[in-house]
């Protein structure tokens, strides 16, 4: 079984599918911890890693290359990521996750991984919108792909209401019924 996570910054892309692997006991793997760790080696945050990445196609190529690579050499896993429905078309499982942006910003302000922090909400809104413009080019440039498109998935949640467990519920519930 294979489940891919997508959805835009703040949507809960990471926390549900750290608890869903827990809760199916699947191995867990995060793109956005992959891009994290690329960006705090450069010693550089997401957003400025993002603008480089505009710039560097080597930045997105090496991400995209190790998602193509899990969905041909492994099983039975959770992978969060913008892309990962993209680049694992065979996943059984195909969610992706939505809230408002309000909602996203504050969820994000209140996340310890990011590294550019902002305190105001409604800056921390527009850094979010910058960041999914620019991966939205790329991604558009590179494969030819915008990740909202609808076809790409199976299961459509908005998170705006919901907590985690609430979401991992759902996406249980889903796969119960493929």
Same mark, same amino acid.
């Given at each position: 079984? /294979?489940?891919t996570?997508?959805?835009k910054?703040?949507?809960?892309?990471?926390?549900? $599918?750290? @608890?869903?692997?827990?809760?199916?006991?699947?191995?867990?793997?995060?793109?956005?911890? =992959?891009?994290?760790?690329?960006?705090?080696?450069?010693?550089?945050g997401?957003?400025?890693?993002?603008? @480089?990445?505009?710039?560097?196609?080597?930045?997105?190529?090496?991400?995209?290359?190790?998602l +193509?690579? @899990?969905? +041909?050499?492994?099983?039975?896993?959770?992978?969060?990521? !913008? =892309? $990962?429905?993209?680049? /694992?078309?065979? $996943?059984?499982?195909?969610?992706?996750?939505?809230?408002?942006?309000?909602?996203?910003a504050?969820?994000? @302000? +209140?996340? +310890?991984?990011?590294?550019?922090?902002?305190?105001? =909400?409604?800056? &921390?809104?527009?850094?979010?919108?910058?960041?999914?413009?620019?991966?939205?080019?790329?991604?558009?440039? #590179? #494969?030819?792909?915008? #990740? =909202?498109?609808?076809?790409?998935?199976?299961?459509?949640?908005?998170?705006?209401?919901?907590?985690?467990?609430?979401?991992?519920? !759902? /996406? /249980?519930?889903? &796969?119960?019924?493929?």
């Amino acid at each position: 079984m /294979i489940v891919t996570i997508s959805g835009k910054a703040g949507s809960g892309k990471s926390t549900v $599918a750290k @608890l869903l692997s827990e809760k199916l006991k699947l191995r867990h793997y995060s793109i956005g911890d =992959l891009m994290r760790a690329m960006a705090s080696d450069k010693g550089i945050g997401l957003m400025e890693l993002n603008k @480089l990445a505009e710039k560097d196609n080597s930045i997105d190529l090496e991400l995209d290359k190790r998602l +193509k690579e @899990l969905g +041909k050499t492994k099983d039975n896993f959770v992978v969060d990521g !913008r =892309l $990962a429905a993209f680049f /694992i078309p065979n $996943a059984q499982v195909r969610v992706f996750l939505d809230t408002n942006d309000k909602v996203r910003a504050e969820r994000i @302000l +209140k996340d +310890k991984r990011e590294h550019e922090q902002s305190k105001d =909400l409604n800056e &921390m809104v527009k850094k979010i919108q910058e960041r999914e413009k620019s991966e939205k080019k790329r991604y558009q440039q #590179y #494969y030819s792909v915008d #990740y =909202l498109d609808k076809k790409l998935y199976n299961l459509f949640i908005d998170t705006t209401e919901l907590n985690p467990n609430g979401v991992v519920d !759902r /996406i /249980i519930k889903f &796969m119960k019924h493929i």
